[in-house]
């Protein structure tokens, strides 16, 4: 399941960092801490053409702590990157924010001119709020929805930084299956993009698999159910899904489910590790020197095919 969602304001807001990304000199760029590299947008990384990057991993209280150092330590060994995890309640961590910037970009620093930052990120990361925070005011819309940011906006911060805002926006294809439900259960992409069930029964079974204990304690279950059906139907049950005749309402069993963890009610919960991306990288290389391997032994045998219908030979 490849999932596209691509709505026309992020395709102009595609188009409209492409054109002023050169005025620019580093990119914050927010991610989720539940979910880091998932939440990345690849595009981001051509469309910064080299500069430094930021790397907030947002919502850092509502992520296991354990699973979000492996990803601070992951990034911050790659070079022209920094990364922090940050809380909205971290206002001092913030307010160091602009600070990081310029040292990601001494030659401006030193000439004591203003640093130039873009702050990019899917939708529903926490952009707006940040900005709200680095401002001391609300000045950009907050909304607990993808996609409330629609225009790219600048602001000045108080010691002079520059700070451009664009609208949340995705890559047109999430070709990787986890990534996408993990983004739907996330509340990045829209309710309506996959069906609602789909995305909690991928939900339930992470759960039962990664925090079968948080399940327990939530939902007070006596035992932990052994399938994602059945977890559902136990939340229906317990949580007011249940309808005339006693027939389990799985939509309302998995509003609860996808509400619990994206609250952060059920506990901190990270959906992916540095491990286990490194294990998708080393399948996507392999796939990738095979294709390579295969076009190249077809590409030898069209030449010898060729070559032989040149000079009349025929290949026995």
């Known amino acids: 399941m490849a999932i596209n969602w691509f709505p026309g304001h992020m395709h102009k807001a595609r188009k409209e960092i492409a054109q002023v990304i050169d005025e620019i000199d580093a990119v914050i760029e927010v991610l989720d801490a539940r979910l880091p590299k998932s ?78 930052a873009m702050i990019m990120g899917i939708p529903n990361v926490g952009k707006s709020t940040l900005i709200n925070a680095l401002l001391g005011r609300r000045i950009a819309k907050v909304g607990n929805e993808p996609a409330v940011t629609k225009n790219q906006k600048r602001y000045t911060l108080k010691n002079g930084m520059a700070l451009s805002d664009t609208p949340g926006f995705l890559w047109p294809k999430i070709e990787d299956v986890d990534s996408g439900y993990r983004l739907a259960a996330s509340g990045a992409i829209r309710d ?86 490194e294990i998708k990288w080393a399948e996507q290389e392999r796939l990738r020197l095979e294709a390579l391997a295969l076009a190249l032994a077809e590409a030898e045998a069209e030449a010898e095919a060729n070559k032989n219908e040149r000079t009349g030979n025929k290949p026995y």
């Not at 500069?51 to 947002?58: H, Q, R």
């Not at 035992?223 to 049950?237: F, K, Q, Y």
């Open 39 to 116: 939440s990345e947008n690849p595009l981001v990384e051509s469309l910064r053409k080299g500069k430094p990057v930021l790397k907030i991993l947002n919502k850092a209280d509502l992520a296991d702590p354990v699973k979000t150092q492996a990803w601070l330590d992951f990034y911050n060994a790659q070079e022209g990157i920094k990364a922090i995890a940050l809380s909205q309640d971290q206002k001092k961590l913030v307010q160091k924010i602009p600070d990081m910037c310029k040292l990601m970009v001494p030659t401006r620093a030193n000439h004591d001119r203003p640093v130039r």
């Open 192 to 277: 309506t993009a996959i069906e609602y069930e789909l995305v909690a029964l991928y939900a339930a079974k992470f759960m039962l698999d990664t925090y079968p204990q948080y399940l327990e304690t939530r939902y007070k279950l006596k035992s932990i159910p052994v399938g994602s059906d059945e977890l559902l139907d136990e939340i229906g049950r317990k949580r007011g899904g249940l309808r005339p005749g006693g027939v389990i309402d799985r939509h309302k069993a998995s509003e609860v489910l996808l509400h619990d963890m994206r609250s952060g009610k059920m506990g901190a919960i990270s959906f992916e590790t540095v491990a286990e991306w």
